[in-house]
T-cell receptor, first 115, second 115 residues
Framework: NAGVTQTPKFRILKIGQSMTLQCAQD?????MYWYRQDPGMGLKLIYYSVGAGITDKGEVPNGYNVSRSTTEDFPLRLELAAPSQTSVYFC??????????????FGPGTRLTVL | GESVGLHLPTLSVQEGDNSIINCAYS??????FIWYKQESGKGPQFIIDIRSNMDKRQGQRVTVLLNKTVKHLSLQIAATQPGDSAVYFCAENGYSGGSNYKLTFGKGTLLTVNP
C-alpha cells in the first residue's frame, strides 16, 4: 500500500493564482482531512470529509475549497492565492466508525509558497 | 474554548535516558488521545493512542499515561535514541458541535537527543 500520497511536493504561486493540491489514499479509509502547518506551529484543520460526497469546514476554511467524489481522492483547491496561505499542507485519512475519528495517517505534505 | 496544550516547547535529553513529554487538555468530553511524531520535513507519524477508559498503554519503548482527574497526558520514551529526535504532538478527539470527527492538535514539543 502507498498509504496517503500528495502532489505536488513543492509549489510556488503568485498572488491571485489558483491551484489544486492532490491527495489520494489506498487504505479504503472513509474519513479524510486537510491540515495546514505554519512554521513552529501545530496542525490546523482546513476541511474534512467523512465519506464520498460529504465535506465540512474545519478551523480555517477561508480561501479553500474541497470535493470528495470518490473514497480515494480528496483534492484541496486554493482560489486567489494570498501570502497568508504560505504553509505546509498535510492530507490525512482514517477509518472512522460510529463517528469516532480513528488513528489518522498522514501524507508527506505539500510545501506551498505564495509570493 | 477547548484546547490541547503542552507544558514545555523543547526537551533535550542524553542518549539512553528516558524522556517524558507532557500534554494538558481541557475538553472533559475527549475520550480518545493520540501521540504523533514528526521528523523534519515529514508528515506526522502515529506513535500510540489511548482511550479514556484506560490509564496506561504501552508500546515498543513508549508508554502513554492518562490522568483524567487533572486532564493530563504524557508520553514516556525509554532509552531515548538519536532517531527519536523530532517534534511530538498530542491530539485529542472530543465532541465538537455535535460531532467527534476531528482531532485537535497541540503545538508540539521538540525533543533533541544528544549523543
Amino acid at each position: 500500500n502507498a498509504g496517503v500520497t500528495q502532489t505536488p511536493k513543492f509549489r510556488i504561486l503568485k498572488i491571485g493564482q489558483s491551484m489544486t493540491l492532490q491527495c489520494a489514499q489506498d487504505m479504503n479509509h472513509n474519513y479524510m482531512y486537510w491540515y495546514r502547518q505554519d512554521p513552529g506551529m501545530g496542525l490546523k484543520l482546513i476541511y474534512y470529509s467523512v465519506g464520498a460526497g460529504i465535506t465540512d469546514k474545519g478551523e480555517v476554511p477561508n480561501g479553500y475549497n474541497v470535493s470528495r467524489s470518490t473514497t480515494e481522492d480528496f483534492p484541496l483547491r486554493l482560489e486567489l492565492a494570498a501570502p497568508s496561505q504560505t504553509s505546509v499542507y498535510f492530507c490525512a485519512s482514517s477509518h472512522g466508525t460510529s463517528g469516532r475519528v480513528g488513528s489518522q495517517y498522514f501524507g508527506p505534505g505539500t510545501r506551498l509558497t505564495v509570493l | 474554548g477547548e484546547s490541547v496544550g503542552l507544558h514545555l516547547p523543547t526537551l533535550s535529553v542524553q542518549e539512553g535516558d528516558n524522556s517524558i513529554i507532557n500534554c494538558a487538555y481541557s475538553n472533559s468530553a475527549s475520550d480518545y488521545f493520540i501521540w504523533y511524531k514528526q521528523e523534519s520535513g515529514k508528515g506526522p507519524q502515529f506513535i500510540i493512542d489511548i482511550r479514556s477508559n484506560m490509564d496506561k498503554r504501552q508500546g515498543q519503548r513508549v508508554t502513554v499515561l492518562l490522568n483524567k482527574t487533572v486532564k493530563h497526558l504524557s508520553l514516556q520514551i525509554a532509552a531515548t535514541q538519536p532517531g527519536d529526535s523530532a517534534v511530538y504532538f498530542c491530539a485529542e478527539n472530543g465532541y465538537s458541535g455535535g460531532s467527534n470527527y476531528k482531532l485537535t492538535f497541540g503545538k508540539g514539543t521538540l525533543l533533541t537527543v544528544n549523543p
